[in-house]
Every structure is written in C-alpha cells, then in structure tokens.
C-alpha cells in the first residue's frame, strides 16, 4: 500500500464520477438508460480515447497502469458491483421464481448452450497465434465459449433499475437467468467439465443408470502460466429394483468416482512467489538473526517462488461403493439397511525432493520424483440401519444407527493431528518426508465405530411444534505423536497411528419450540432451542503430543506434561431465543 497516493486516488474518483455522470444525463437525454453513457467513461478515459492522446504527447496520464492506483480502483470497482448485485438479490420476487423454476432453468440452457455450443465450433478454426503459447486448440475453444456465454449481472440491474422495471416479470426472469448462466460459466472457467448420462427402464421394476463425467483442471500461477494441467474420467453407474413388484420396496446399488476441486489455497501458498522468511533471535522486537547464538542456517529465506510438478502428475479422485434395501412396511414407516464403501484413488500432496531442495507436487505411490512413498490411502466401510416414520397424526421420528471403521495413512485434504501445515488442502505435511509416514496407517482420526442418532417431532394443534434431537458416538482413536525438529511442531508417530486407546463416548441431546402466531398476513415465529439438556460437558479431543523435542520421542515417558488429557469439551448447556417472521 506504499505506492497509494490518497489524493490520486479521491482525483481519480472524482474525475471518474463526475464523467459517468455527465455522459449518464446526457444518454437519457436521447432516450437511452444512464447505463449506457456511464459504460462509456472507461472507452472516454481509457486508452481508447484520452489516455492515448495525452500518451501521445509524452505526459503521464491520470489513469496510466504505472501509476500504482489501478489495483486500488480495480477493488473499489468490485466491491461497488458487489453490492449492487447484492441490492438486486434483496428486490428478487422469490415467489414468482420459485413458481416458474422450469421455465427458468429452460431457458438458461438455451442461454448457455447455444452461444457455448456455437463458440466451440468456431474457436477451433481461429488463428492459433490468438490462442497464447500455453492454450491447446480444445482449452481455448472451450474458454472462450464460456467466456462468450457469460453475461453482466451488475449491468442488467442497473439497466433494469435505470428504466424503472426492475421488479417487472421479464425483468425477474432475465435476471433469473442470468444469475444461473454467471454461476455456472464462473465454475466452468476454473474447472472445465462434460457429463453423461442416461436411464434405461429395463423392466417396469428395474431402472439402470449410467454416466461418465469428464473433468480438467487447470492450474496457473507466477508468470500467469499453467502448472497444473490434469484430467480424469469418473465413470457412474447404478440400479434400482422393487423386488416385490409392489411400489414399497426398494433394492439399489451404485458405483462412482469424484474428482475433488483443487483449492485456490494450494495455488497462492505454492505457485505464485510465496517464501518462509525465518529468523531467531531472543529480541521481543527486532528482526535480525542473532547468528552468536543460532547460525546463519537458523535465519533465511527458505523455499523457491514455485513447487515443481511431478511429471507424471495424475488428478486425485476418490470413489464409492453404495448398495442397501429400503421397505415401507406400512403408509408411514420406512426401514432401510445400506452398506457404505469409500476409499482414496489417487492422492495429489506436496513431498519435499532434497535433490531439488524444492516442495514438488506429485502422486504418492505413482510419482517420477518420490518413488518411495506408498500411495495414500483411506478406506471407509460401513453398515447403517435407519426407521423413519414420515410426518402424519402430527408426529415424525427418524433413527438410524452405524458401525463402521476408518483407516489408511492419510486423513485427507486437511490433517486432523499435527501437522505444521494441517489446515493447508493438498499441502498438509502427511507425505513431506518419508518419516512422516512411518506408523501412519492406522485408525484415521475421525473413525468412530459406533454412531447412533434419533430426531422426533411433533406438531401441536395450537400452533406448537416441539422437536428433539438426540446422538450417540464412539470415541476417537489417539496416537502417540512425537517431535519434529525441523517444523518445530508435533508431526511423527511413533506407535502405530490409532494404537493408543480412545477418547471418552460423547453423547448429547437437543429440544427445540417453534410456536407461529398468526397476525393478518404477517406470521411471528417465536423460537427457542435448548442445546446440550443433559449438560454432558465430556472430552471431545486429547492432547497426543507426546514430545516437544525430537530427541525425547523414544523416551518411555511423555515430556508433554499435558499429554493424555483433555483439550477440549463439548459445549455446555445453552439457550437460544429467537424471532422469524413470515410473509
């Protein structure tokens, strides 16, 4: 923000401002929308017009790139767009959409589809020079059907808004549409993505699905070019059969792939110039490394501007095995028995490669550049039975019960123990080094093999509802988790992962009322929620560090003095009043 000049940027504004205005008035004056003039201040301002004749004089122009200002305007701009497409959202007649939803999502498609189907076409033919040096013939055909699909929800509202029919049917409508188009061009352009699929009726009681959805994913950082360039095909496939021919009854069965979004975190930490400055010293406030008591090593800037890329880099998918029968035994009551089956394809982590002493990107079991790792692994497997008996004569009830197990040597996406990088999707520190893995594969953190659940409700005559919540789980398993010098943090296990015992079993209960009072037109809902009834203020999460030196791991006891005990609780009894008014 050094480079910001206040009162560059209140001129800038202003001059920007007073333009949008004068060429907004003087649009109406020949009948067209205020919208229409002010679009035209950045064609005036920029290097269209006056920005290239006073360029051309050789003097520096008030809105010049090198004038350290345009970021500064460019967030303004945005969050001003933002709010007026929030204003917009609040005037939307949700009534009138929810009530035309298939005409809605009709003609989005067509919006979408054609200019989309249209562009893919005719991009393939256009002069490669006008593709870039890193887009193929397919990834700049489908970039710029999107980009040619989208439309300018900020500008349709305030055109709608300048005309003064902003609440109009056809105006609802074509903001509708537009909302639907921007959201699914904005996530088509960071992921880009096909999908096919069909039914077939093979008997009157047994439907077949299949499908295949085609996913690339493209990642670009410093330098604006693409690090990352992965696809997978996830093939789909499934049936359902009413085994007793009877419209009650219910056997199913499925198998799928997923591919999961990489997040923009992993891109800004490891692709886009990110280093760790580190420094020690014992001074509370300065900055320089006290190199008399720690070493030159102990203070400098680690790590390169950009990961490397495994060159045999595949994209991580995971996948899932349902199967079950459901049986309504009577008008209302269901019972169902499912069995549950989820594990981890392929894992994309970072690994550090000390001939490159650089992080690389690569999959582990399948990787050029870390061949000694094993892949990463997770396996889901459950049984669950659930009762549900459907709101009538004023009550509902559901329950399901579950036994299952977790294990593998990788929790996933964001590590639940230890870890100096455990919040960091797909750079978390599970696969950094080949220590790290010894002892993983175990009982993952999250595996609970006894889960029990319960909600009721029932529907007074008065305008009471009352409704009650209700769980059962296991605990969770603990690990011994020793030191790591180099991270100076918690990141080894020195058991088998899992091997230590368990938490406490939590269990826990909730009460809800919801009492409507009918005043004309306008109902009050006055709530109240009564969490925790029990008070059951048990362990939720131990404490596993065994150690907090390296040297202390093998020791036959913890150093931690808090290792084994509670660090946190489940929350105590609480009460939530509240107010809902509907209309």
């Given at each position: 923000m050094s480079n910001i000049d206040p009162t560059t940027l209140l001129l800038q504004l202003g001059v920007l401002l007073s333009v949008a205005f004068l060429l907004g008035r003087l649009a109406e004056r020949v009948g067209l929308p205020a919208t229409t003039g002010e679009l035209a201040t950045g064609l005036v301002l920029g290097p269209s017009l006056l920005g290239a004749i006073v360029a051309s004089?050789?003097?520096?122009?008030l809105f010049t790139p090198a004038s350290g200002q345009i970021e500064s305007l460019r967030g303004i701009a945005l969050f001003c767009g933002v709010l007026l497409v929030g204003v917009a959202g609040a005037t939307v007649d949700l009534p009138f959409v929810r009530a035309r939803l298939r005409t809605i999502w009709l003609i989005s498609l067509g919006a979408l589809g054609l200019p989309l189907a249209a562009t893919l076409v005719l991009a393939l033919f256009v002069d490669p020079r006008l593709r870039g040096p890193e887009a193929t013939a397919w990834s700049f055909a489908v970039f710029a059907g999107l980009a040619l699909s989208v439309s300018a929800v900020p500008v349709i509202v305030k055109i709608f808004a300048d005309l003064g029919i902003l609440h109009r049917n056809l105006s609802q409508l074509s903001l509708s549409v537009?909302?639907?188009?921007d959201a699914t061009v904005w996530v088509g352009l960071s992921?880009?993505?096909a999908f096919i699929q069909d039914r077939w009726q093979i008997l009157g009681n047994l439907t077949v699905n299949a499908g295949v959805?085609?996913?690339k994913q493209l990642i670009r950082g410093l330098g604006d070019l693409t690090y990352i360039d992965i696809d997978h095909f996830s093939p789909r496939v499934g049936f359902t059969w009413d085994f007793m021919n009877n419209g009650q009854t219910k056997a199913y069965a499925s198998y799928s792939q997923f591919v999961p979004l990489i997040p923009m975190d992993m891109n800004i930490r490891s692709l886009n110039g990110e280093r760790d400055g580190f420094t020690t010293n014992f001074d509370p406030v300065a900055l320089p490394c006290d190199e008399e008591f720690f070493g030159e090593d102990d203070c400098a800037i680690r790590g390169t501007a950009v990961d490397d890329i495994d060159p045999n880099l595949k994209s991580p998918y995971s996948e899932e095995i349902l199967a079950g029968v459901e049986w309504q035994v009577t008008n209302t009551w269901v019972v169902g028995l499912r069995g549950i089956y989820r594990s981890l394809g392929r894992v994309l982590e970072d690994?550090?490669?000390?001939d490159l002493d650089n992080y690389a990107f690569f999959n582990p079991g399948d990787s050029v550049l870390?061949?000694?790792?094993?892949p990463g692994k997770r396996y889901f497997r459950g049984i669950e039975l659930t009762a549900q008996k459907r709101l009538s004569d004023n009550w509902m009830v559901y329950a399901s019960y579950m036994y299952s197990s977790l294990k593998g040597n990788f929790d996933g996406s964001f590590r639940a123990i230890g870890g100096f990088f455990a919040r960091n999707p797909f750079i978390t520190d599970d696969f950094d080094y080949p220590e790290f893995q010894v002892n993983a594969y175990g009982n993952l953190t999250l595996d609970r093999p006894h889960q029990a659940k319960l909600q009721t409700a029932y529907a007074f005559p008065f305008g009471l509802t009352m409704?009650?919540?209700?769980?059962?789980?296991?605990g969770l398993p603990l690990s011994r988790i020793g030191w790591w010098d180099a991270y100076i943090g918690p990141e080894l296990f020195i058991t088998p992962r899992g091997s230590e015992g368990r938490s406490p079993d939590t269990y826990e209960m909730d009460l809800q009322a919801d009492y409507?009072?009918?005043?004309?037109?306008?109902?009050v809902h006055v709530l109240a929620s009564l969490f925790n009834v029990l008070n059951r203020q048990q362990v939720t999460q131990v404490d596993q560090v065994w150690a907090l030196q390296e040297a202390d791991n093998e020791l036959p006891a913890p150093t931690n003095d808090t290792y084994g005990q509670g660090n946190q609780w489940q929350q105590p009894r609480t009460l939530r009043l509240g107010l809902r008014v509907s209309f």
């Open positions: 004089g050789g003097r520096e122009w537009a909302v639907i188009d992921v880009i993505a959805r085609w996913e690994t550090y490669i000390p870390a061949p000694e790792f094993a409704s009650a919540s209700g769980y059962y789980q296991s409507g009072l009918r005043l004309g037109p306008v109902t």
